[in-house]
T-cell receptor, first 115, second 112 residues
């Protein structure tokens, strides 16, 4: 069974630009979550999608947005990039949203560098 | 407001000995706890989890202990192996919120 895939793996952008990251969940998984990892901050929850609906979101500005398609693939978008947006962006998928035996599996991440 | 805290940024242990990684939380609504391991340039990998109705869960060399009154959980790795060297994250979830809260991680180094 293929794992969670994220594209692109690496990205360099300049301040003010916008970026779109893509995540393909494990086949059959309908929940996709996004996290931002920066040094010293651990993984910060961005949002979670299930059946094309955002069910929860973290404390990030409105520049961060996402969506999920009918095939459960998800994208996240960051507009008006700032230097502080440089981070590893991780996507995770699970069957229904996690908990109990419903494990959340992570992709390898997209390393975004903002210059 | 860091609801899940890992106060030790790093830990070194001799091969064959026990590694104990600690995690504290503040939100009493959390009812599910997990540990993930992360190697450089890879996403976190699920290790072990525990429900709040239990105080211990074991899987091979890995055991997680939960002390709800102290709002504390720990991961024990016995015996530690060099391949266990990685960053370990604890995470917590309140059922129905679909929002995992992660700690900042502890870098474990197992010395051969």
């Amino acid at each position: 069974k293929a794992g969670v895939t994220q594209t692109p793996r690496y990205l360099i952008k300049t301040r003010g630009q916008q970026v779109t990251l893509s995540c393909s969940p494990i086949s059959g998984h309908r929940s996709v979550s996004w996290y931002q990892q920066t040094p010293g901050q651990g993984l910060q929850f961005l949002f979670e999608y299930f059946s094309e609906t955002q069910r929860n979101k973290g404390n990030f500005p409105g520049r961060f947005s996402g969506r999920q398609f009918s095939n459960s693939r998800s994208e996240m978008n960051v507009s008006t990039l700032e230097l502080g947006d440089s981070a590893l962006y991780l996507c995770a998928s699970s069957l229904e949203g996690g908990g109990g035996t419903d494990t959340q599996y992570f992709g390898p991440g997209t390393r975004l560098t903002v210059l | 407001d860091q609801q899940v805290k890992q106060n030790s940024p790093s830990l070194s242990v001799q091969e064959g000995r026990i590694s104990i990684l600690n995690c504290d939380y503040t939100n009493s609504m959390f009812d599910y706890f997990l540990w993930y391991k992360k190697y450089p340039a890879e996403g976190p990998t699920f290790l072990i989890s525990i429900s709040s109705i239990k105080d211990k869960n074991e899987d091979g060399r890995f055991t997680v202990f939960l002390n709800k009154s102290a709002k504390h959980l720990s991961l024990h790795i016995v015996p530690s192996q060099p391949g266990d060297s990685a960053v370990y994250f604890c995470a917590a979830l309140t059922s129905g919120t679909y929002k995992y809260i992660f700690g900042t991680g502890t870098r474990l180094k197992v010395l051969a």
